[in-house]
Structures are given as C-alpha cells and as structure tokens.
C-alpha cells in the first residue's frame, strides 16, 4: 500500500514533479504535494464540490480521483483563474455581488462555472441552475452566487463577441 | 452607560460607514490564497487522527494499540493513561457546580457515550499513514444499555442522573392566569436535531516554539481569547506562554471555534512530541463529533381571554443534550426560555427545561441559539390559538405585539440569577405592517387562494421574532498609522466569514477619514493583543465595532492635534479626508498626509513635547446591555400531496437592525441564515438507530439545502429603531435570518394542507409530510 510512484501533475501550466502513493487522491496531492491549497476539501465523498478542478476541460471533484489517474492531463486550478493582477470576470463578479461569504466553497463553484461558462457560453438558465445545484453552500443561501454567475456570463459573452 | 446615546446618523449622511461597499476580505479568497486550518503547515510536522467510539455507551475494557504503534511512520498512540492528568474540556463561563461531573474528558475514561467519542490518539509522519493504524487500535468493550430520548431519565455514573440541571424561568401568577382563561390551547413540539455543519470541518495545529517557550494553535475560531483562557487554567501555562492563531474560517455559525478535545490533544502532543502536530477533521467525523444543536420536544400551553390576548405562557421542555455538557454549560435551555415570550406581551410565564443527556454526539449552539427553538414554539402556539379562537393570525399576533411606546421594555423574571431582558427599542407593529405591505400579504393570499381553487395544496406563513445580539461587557481596539499612511486595526474580534474585517474598516475609515479598502484589520490573535470577545451571539460589530469607533475617534483627535501644531491650524478647522488633513471645507490651505504625520511623531520628535511617540490609539467600549434586534417572516410554501414534498416558493424577512454597517453584508447573512433555517425546518436531522448507530454521518444522509432548495429570499432591512445603547445605534444581524424559518414553513405547510396545527414537528421531511397527509385533521 505504501509503495509511492513518480508522477508529474501538471497545474495551470506548470510541471510538478512527485512521489506519491497510488492511493493518494488527487485533492490532496494537488494541496499537499503540489501546495496549491486554493482548492478545498469539503466532504471526501464527491457531493459539496468544494475541490472541484479543470481536468482536460471537464469539470471534476478532486477527492474523487485518484493523483495517478491525472498524469498527464491539464488541470486547472482557482489559482490559475487570474492574469496576473487582472482577475477572472467570474473572479470580479463573485466579489461585485457578494457571491462568497466565508470562501471556503468559492474555488469549486469558481471552477465549476468557468468550466460550463467556456463550454457552454449561451446556457440556458434553467440549465445553468441545475449545473450549479451540483455544489454546496453553506453562508450564501446561493442567491448572490446565482447573481454573480448570470453577470459574469453576460460579460464573458459579450467580452467573447467584441473579440 | 445605562443611558441613552442619541440617534445616530443615517447612511446618506455618512462616506461609507453604512454603504454597501464591496468587502476587502475577498480578494484572496476568490484567487486560492486564503489560509484555512487544513492550508497551514509546518516544517516536520506530524499528523493526529483520532480512534472514535463505534458504540453508543459501553464500558471500555481493553484498548489494544500494539499493532498501531507497530505501523512504520507511527510516532506515538495515546489513551487516557496518557494523558491522566488532564483535566475535562471546562467551560467557558463560570458554570454551575452540578455539571462539572458531566464535561468531556481529553479522551474516554472507563467509558464511551456516543458514537464518535475519542478514544485513542495516533501521531503518524503521514495522515494516511495516522488513518492506516487507527484502524489498527483495537477497542475491546462491554456494551451498556443506551439511552435516546430526553424524555427519559437514565444514569450517567454512580448515583447521577443524566439530567444535570432543570432550568426554571417564570414571572407573574400563572395558576391565575390559567384560573380565568377564555381557552387554553396546548401544544405537543419537537425540534429535531441539526446543527451549522461549515463547509470547512474542523482543523487544529498545535505547535511549540520552544526558542521563545510559546505553545501555539492554529485554526483557532470563533472565540480566540476565550479558548485562551480555558487553556490556560487546564494546561496551567502562563497566558504570555500560550496563543491562538485564526487565519481564514470556513463558516461558523456558532459550532466552529468551541473548545474541543482535538485542540487540546494537538497542544499537548505538540509539547511532548517536540514537533507541530496537524489535525484535519473528516467529514463523517464532523457530522458525529462537531457540536449538534436544537433538538428539544416542548409541551407548551396558553391561556388566553376571547379576544386571543396572552394571559399565561407554560412550557415543559426536554433539551437533548447528548452524551456530555459542552464549553457552553446549559446556556441554550436558558437562552431558549428567557427569550421564547418573543415580541408578544404576557401576563404570567412559567418554562421548565429539563436538561438531559442521551448517548448521541454533544450539543450547544448554532445560529440564534433556543431562538429558532423557541420561535417555532411560540409562533406555533399563536397559531393555534388564531385557529382555536376563529381570529385572523395576522391580527392575533397584532393584538399581542409589545406597543411601541411601550420600549424600553423590561421582562424580570422571579429566580435569582435569571438575567432579566431589558428590550432596548423598536417598533414591532409598525415592522408588521412594513413587512406584510412588502411581501404584498393581501394579493399573495388572494393568489393562493385561487390556486387551492385550483387543485394545489399551496399556503402562507407568518412568524414575528426577537433576536439578541452585542452581549457585553467589553472590548478594545487598536488602531495605528504607519509611515506610509496605511492604517492597521487590531481587534480581539473573530471572523468566521461574515465579513468582520469589512465591517471594522468601515466604522474605522468613517471616524478617522481615511480609505477602507486600506485598512488591514487584526482579528484572532491572542498575541497582538491581550482580550477580545470574539464571533459569538452577533457580538462582534456592536461590541468591537464599539471598541473600533472609540478608538478611532481617539486616534481622529489625536491626528487632527497634532496636525494643527504641525499646519499652525486651530484643530477646529481641520477635517480629515482620504487620509490627508486639511482645512474644512475646500482644498485651500496647508495639508498633511497621515503617513507624514506618524513620521513627525516617531520616538524623540521635537513635536512631542513629552507625549507618546506614534500616532496610535487604544480604547474601550463598555456596555452592561444587551441589544435586541427584531424581524418578521413571510413564506409561501407549495406541497405535492403525491410526493410529501414541500416546496419553499418565497421567502421573505423584514428585519430591524437599528443601523446597518454594510446592507450589502446584512442581507447576505439574513439570506444565508434563512436558507439554513429552511434546512432545518425540512431537510436536515442527525437521526439515529435505537442501538445509538448514527445513521447521518455523510452529505448523502445528512441533507442540507442545495441551490435548487433555495428559495429566493426578499430582503427588508429597516433602520427604525437604532439601539440607544450604542453610539452608532447598531444591532447584530448574524443570526436574524434563521430565527422563525421553522416557524413560519410549518405554518405555511399547515396551510397548505388545509389541516391546522398538522405539523407538530421539525424537520418536516417527505415521510412526515406524507403521514400528516394520511392522518388528515386531528
């Protein structure tokens, strides 16, 4: 069980190179091994969706996999949301409209949303909806990060027709 | 101070301090560089997983950890040998002397009493590695037979009952009142068990520098300085040589930032071990070890005249308090009966509330405390007696309401020691009309009335409440200006996520004229500086924001003295805007930056003349008062006869907070709160097995409200009456929002159904629904 392999993950762009147990989850080799610790652990059983990343442009819960099975996918991150000092519109709108309370749940619907919006840019809000029903809450009662999502879709629509 | 302050100014008449401006808390937390608990770390440290009790109560025969210590990486495993000395987690505050035989000890002694009870410790190199041997513990035990109802009374050791105390409240002649109702009205009501359940589960770090001789825990929330305390008397260290480090906090809501055993055993193993030690909570043992709330089953009756108005009030009620008494003592069976009369005038009151212990996981408090409780009793009982008597429910509640005129309200109770309320202000008629001419009540009846016409089982509630907030009886501040102008502000406060630091900017950047987007805010370090009351029962914006508009003003004059000397300006003549002094009222004239201002008064400056170098400031803001803020909620709830499930249409709330810091911020936590209220009043229960098994240990059994069960909730946020016994006339607006959520879906469920009184008990899941349903009127 504790035999530990080499494997490099690759976050937001970067290589990093570990030595990890095959059952060491990916949550927790990208907080522990790789010190990105903007992503969270909320319930170890895949329904808060706090650790939810970009894996391959699919959106998926990071407690739920293992480290091993993400050699050599692309996965992304909340630290990789922002530009420089320049953030993510759904950065800027979570802020805007109060969408986060506490911030521990903000990352995973952060990714969850850039992950649907980039897909799905002209998503219906009835679908929207359900994809974010998908996480959980625990300060906001939601309202505020519906708010937030709706308005940033908007921006990223229109950002998306001027360019 | 018992006195009154005068009417503070309204938002429009102030720069930020009552707008809702955008929190400076948010940055990090939205680009992944907040620090929770699980995010701090340190060079070498060793990780604890803690070995639980899989049986309710049984006496502990053997523990067998060979085979865990044998496990490569494993440091150390500890029992209770281990650590004998220490004594249980104590309270708080000073508690009674009968229940100091029911606090909870480090790790179980001779016994386990409930499912999740620590048993054993293990100290591994590798948390997976801690996991791996703390299945190897092996716990040999002889069951006992287990208790899972309040209402019966069983043994908690030799000669001890489980039931600690019996708390009594009362005030009038209640055999009186009862001798010459026109009706009385009795009602049969439990609350079910369900608690905050934060996003973050608990995490505590406990390190030891020995280079400064100075025991440290990270991940400390909620009440730093108090947990300090309690600390200090059970490790016996000196308070210089222990300290508490909050970084970010991951939703509290009252049971985040207790003193529990994990702290106490990472300090100790951090000390002995000689390296820091790192505990993360698992889900699963969040859900049966983290504080459990609410749980009470209440036998209440009124006695009333004919036209419904409130002669006597008389409650029984059975507080489950599981298997040990928490830091809090029986705080919430107190806070339950001192508050239940609510907004409403009663002629004589009596509440009893039996104290008990069963075998589950622990109690105390989570958002509005025996409120939500307390509420939904209330608000039930004036309900049944607007049925019983054939009244309106609407001018019930009016025929009952404490008038206006009437504040400062004051209800004494007959026993000794039982604080009397002292309701500082507000107009809860008015707040009535407001709220139901906002909902627009009449068209929304008219509404429903035509889709029962139309077959659906769709109905209204109603639920009129009292909140308490800003419990004294100090604080204090310190604000400073750097040489650069940016100003800190260290406070004994906490956050947990509600936007504390925001909130301490505005009041800051209000009083002394500087930008609060600049202001760093010191909040949960017991080492910057030496008291604080923390984020408990919505004290932190009236107690330290209290504290910070004191210092502040402090620092103002104290600038604006030393900028006359420095411009040759009367200080009369000087007003302070975006962190420059200048003359009032134009740009003309000589002006100084704060930053060169604390650069003219560095240690020596000519300038001093004798007075204390830097521009800083400390005070305090003192209050023997509690503030009482007040609200009303409104629901339209639909139910599917078929299914039993009951759908929560709108919400709404009309809350007064005397004066708000951010709108923005309140209504958030007014949301918030009533969306976790919705959990508890249908979705959420900690339920168990009769053998004491928990059956709600993962977020697939234990149901809390997604977006799809979140109503939209309509905010009215009135600022009618300020509170008198504050400067700024501030409320606390933290646990509004949850306060009559139970309450009023029950009543809109009733409603909806057709059958008064149907539902008797929280949370009113699909089976309970459906049974209600079956059964038909009572």
């Known amino acids: 069980m504790t035999e530990k392999r080499d494997i490099t993950l690759n976050i937001n762009g970067r290589d990093h190179a570990i030595r990890v147990e095959a059952r060491k989850t990916l949550v927790d080799a990208i907080r522990d091994d790789c010190g990105q610790t903007g992503t969270h652990i909320g319930c170890e059983h895949g329904v808060c969706g706090a650790c939810t990343v970009i894996l391959d442009d699919v959106a998926v819960r990071a407690c739920l996999m293992f480290a091993v099975q993400a050699q050599g996918k692309r996965i992304r991150t909340v630290e990789g949301l922002a530009e420089g000092d320049r953030l993510h519109p759904l950065q800027s709108a979570f802020i805007k409209h109060h969408g986060l309370q506490c911030g521990f749940c903000t990352p995973g619907f952060l990714m969850l949303a850039v992950n649907t919006l980039e897909r799905q840019p002209d998503i219906g809000d009835e679908e929207l909806l359900d994809v974010l029903s998908s996480n959980l809450c625990r300060c906001t009662g939601y309202q505020n990060i519906i708010t937030a999502v709706r308005a940033a879709a908007d921006d990223m629509r229109r950002a998306g027709a001027a360019g | 101070m018992s006195h009154g302050y005068p009417t503070p100014p309204r938002a429009e008449e102030r720069r930020v301090l009552g707008h809702p401006v955008p929190r400076i808390e948010d940055r990090p937390l939205v680009t992944g560089h907040g620090l929770y608990a699980g995010d701090v770390s340190f060079p070498h440290q060793l990780h604890m997983r803690i070995v639980r009790s899989a049986h309710a109560h049984a006496r502990i025969v053997a523990i067998d950890t060979a085979a865990a210590r044998a496990l490569p990486g494993v440091v150390a495993v500890w029992t209770v040998d281990d650590i004998a000395e220490l004594p249980p987690i104590d309270f708080r505050d000073p508690s009674a002397e009968a229940l100091k035989p029911y606090r909870q000890p480090v790790l179980a002694r001779g016994r386990v009493r409930y499912v999740g009870d620590p048993v054993a410790a293990v100290f591994a190199e590798d948390p997976y590695v801690a996991e791996d041997a703390a299945d190897l513990v092996d716990i040999e035990v002889a069951p006992l037979p287990v208790l899972m109802g309040a ?101 509290g809501f009252g049971i985040r930032g207790e003193l529990y055993p994990e702290d106490v055993l990472v300090l100790v193993a951090a000390l002995r071990l000689g390296r820091p030690v790192k505990w993360i909570e698992d889900r699963r043992e969040h859900l049966i070890s983290a504080n459990h709330s609410r749980h009470q089953h209440h036998r209440v009756r009124a006695a009333v005249d004919p036209q419904g108005r409130l002669l006597g009030m008389e409650d029984e009620f059975f507080h489950d308090q599981g298997a040990y008494v928490r830091t809090h003592g029986a705080r919430v069976v107190g806070r339950t009966m001192s508050m239940l009369t609510g907004p409403y005038k009663v002629g004589a009151y009596r509440a009893v509330g039996h104290f008990r212990l069963t075998n589950k996981t622990p109690a105390a408090t989570y958002r509005a405390p025996g409120r939500y409780e307390g509420t939904f009793v209330r608000e039930r009982l004036m309900d049944a007696i607007a049925a019983r008597l054939g009244i309106d429910r609407i001018e019930l509640r009016r025929r009952n309401l404490i008038p206006g005129a009437e504040m400062p309200f004051t209800v004494e109770f007959d026993e000794p020691g039982a604080e009397e309320l002292v309701l500082d202000s507000g107009d809860y008629p008015a707040l009535l009309d407001k709220a139901l001419a906002h909902f627009k009540w009449d068209q929304v009846l008219a509404d429903v009335t035509r889709r029962r016409a139309a077959g659906e ?322």
């Open chain 2, 457 to 778: 089982a769709v109905g209204t509630g109603i639920g009129l409440f009292v909140e308490e907030s800003g419990r004294g009886p100090a604080d204090g501040a310190k604000i400073s200006v750097d040489t650069d102008g940016a100003v800190e502000v260290v406070t004994g406060g906490a956050s947990v996520g509600q936007g504390f630091a925001t909130a301490m900017a505005q009041i800051c950047a209000e009083q002394l004229g500087v930008d609060y987007s600049r202001i760093r805010v010191v909040h949960g370090r017991t080492d910057r500086i030496a008291f604080g009351i923390g984020a408990h029962a919505a004290r932190a914006t009236v107690m330290t924001g209290g504290a910070v508009n004191e210092t502040a003003i402090k620092l103002r004059q104290k600038a604006l003295q030393f900028a006359s000397e420095l411009l040759q300006t009367p200080a009369e003549m000087l007003d302070i805007v975006d962190g420059v002094v200048r003359r009032k009222g134009g740009d003309a004239g000589p002006s100084i930056a704060l930053g060169d201002i604390a650069k003219r008064v560095a240690p020596g400056a000519e300038l001093l003349h004798g007075r204390e170098p830097g521009l800083s400031a400390e005070a305090w803001f003192h209050t023997d008062h509690t503030v009482f803020p007040y609200g009303a909620q409104l629901a339209v709830v639909r139910v599917d006869r078929d299914t039993g499930q009951a759908t929560v249409e709108r919400l709404m709330i009309a809350y007064d907070v005397g004066r708000a810091v951010n709108p923005m911020m309140l209504e958030g936590q007014l949301v918030g709160g009533s969306i976790q209220g919705v959990g508890g009043a249908l979705l959420e229960e900690f339920t168990y097995d009769q053998n004491g098994e928990p059956l709600a240990v993962t977020f697939a059994d234990y149901l809390m409200p997604s977006l799809r069960d979140a109503p939209p909730v309509d905010v009215l946020i009135t600022e009618d009456a300020p509170s008198p016994r504050n400067p700024l006339g501030l409320k606390g607006g933290g646990e509004g929002g949850i306060n009559a959520v139970g309450a009023v879906i029950a009543g809109a469920i009733d409603d909806a159904i057709g059958i008064p009184g149907a539902v008797t008990r929280l949370p009113v899941t699909p089976p309970r629904l459906k049974e209600l349903l079956r059964r038909g009127a009572p």
């Open chain 2, 151 to 251: 209402q019966e009374l069983g043994e908690f050791d030799d000669g001890r009952a489980t039931e600690p105390t019996i708390v009594r409240h009362s005030f009038g002649d209640i055999e009186a009142a009862f001798a010459k109702a026109h009706a009385v009205v009795e009602l049969d009501l439990t609350i079910g068990r369900h608690s905050g359940v934060p996003m973050e589960t608990r995490g505590a770090i406990g390190r030891y520098d020995a280079a400064r001789d100075v025991l440290e825990l990270h991940g400390a929330a909620k009440v730093p300085h108090r947990n300090k305390d309690t600390l200090v008397r059970m490790l016996g260290r000196s308070p210089h040589s222990l300290h508490l480090f909050e970084g970010h906090t991951g939703g």
